[in-house]
């Protein structure tokens, strides 16, 4: 009998960009992500459509496919690896489309609802309504001290940031066409948006929804696949249907927000009260990115390295890593380059 070709189905990194999972079409595998190594291999039936970790724990949120007779795309599963097997089944009306996984939270994105689960009693802790959502479009802060999450509103371009610790709802209007990604920092800070025309990513701040930034990708319309911030802040990367990895500063995105502190500490003295509308307005000019990164394939996700590097997983099953040249910028040169399968 002819062993069957391996194939891949989804990437993801983890919580903190250290490991990356690939769901495949018998089972899981889960990568170190620097220096690049195959931690393990699981050997399952039926194909993975999802594999989320929960930092370098073992406990993993996996979803099957629609052709998985035994874990369909409505159903997710908890799996503790070390026990080798399922801790929970959570089943849905519909297919799910994303999942975020938190140290106290479970996020499970469907066409129009996210739902969030208890991570420890799998009970459920809200319902979100979101209109039509095909894509699992969420942005989710990792903080254990604060949760915030946005989606994209039933208006179109509009995301709604919900901020769990203070029980805050609010949308912000961030482009003009439909939300196509949504990335929030690993703090809950900041919020990096594009739209499906793709030529755009705007940075906003979480707490008063003030715009910071306008990047440019570029002129043409593209399908944004992915956005990444650095460790440190200073520093976003996407990845588009182009096949270019683009990279910018957000130097600006600090100098506003060094301001809104200024104006907050003087307002506070002086008897005013700063407006998040002094952020905003029309008043933004894009800013090309400074670094690219240039892969053949089209559909990648990316992170930020150490020594100034960006690392690369496509779903044609190949790592890169990418040295910027911090001072000229331009076209980074690739270091290694790996095949996952």
């Known amino acids: 009998m002819e062993k069957k070709k391996k194939e891949l189905l989804f990437a993801g990194f983890n919580q903190d960009n250290q490991c990356f999972s690939v769901g495949t079409n018998d089972g899981f595998r ?20 999802m594999v989320i970790m929960l930092y370098r724990t073992n406990i993993l949120a996996l979803v099957g496919s629609d052709n998985n007779m035994n874990h369909k795309r409505s159903k997710l599963i908890i799996w503790d690896d070390n026990q080798k097997k399922s801790l929970s089944e959570l089943k849905f009306n519909q297919n799910i489309m994303n999942v975020k996984l938190r140290k106290d939270k479970i996020i499970v994105v469907c066409r129009d609802k996210i739902y969030i689960f208890n ?46 610790e203070k029980a805050s709802v ?9 939300i196509a990604y949504i990335c929030i920092s690993y703090d809950g800070n900041l919020m990096a948006t594009a739209s499906e025309q793709g030529t755009l990513i705007r940075i906003f701040q979480t707490e008063t929804g003030a715009q910071l930034q306008e990047l440019r990708r570029g002129k043409d319309k593209a399908d944004i696949k992915h956005i990444c911030f650095s460790p440190d802040y200073k520093f976003l990367a996407a990845s588009s249907n182009k096949g270019t990895i683009h990279i910018w500063s957000l130097t600006e995105t600090f100098k506003k927000l060094n301001k809104s502190m200024e104006n907050e500490i003087e307002n506070k003295t002086s008897g005013f009260k700063w407006l998040p509308s002094f952020l905003g307005g029309n008043f933004f000019s894009s800013e090309w990115s400074f670094a690219q ?35 000229k910028g331009g076209e980074c040169k690739i270091v290694e380059e790996e095949q996952l399968l």
Not at 294 to 306: A, E, L
């Open 170 to 178: 609010f949308s912000v209007q961030a482009h003009e066409n439909n």
């Open 119 to 164: 991570l420890s009693t799998f009970k459920n802790m809200d319902i979100i309504e979101t209109g039509d959502n095909s894509h699992g479009i969420v942005g989710v802060s990792f903080d254990p001290n604060q949760t915030i999450l946005a989606y994209p509103d039933k208006t179109k371009g509009c995301v709604r940031i919900k901020n769990f």
């Open 293 to 327: 990164v240039r892969i053949t394939d089209h559909r990648s996700i990316c992170c930020f390295g150490s020594e100034n590097s960006v690392i690369i997983v496509s779903t044609n099953g190949k790592y890169y890593k990418a040295q910027i040249d911090m001072e």
């Open 30 to 49: 889960i990568y170190n992500t620097e220096p690049f190594k195959m931690k393990f291999e699981r050997i399952l039936e039926g194909e993975i459509a």
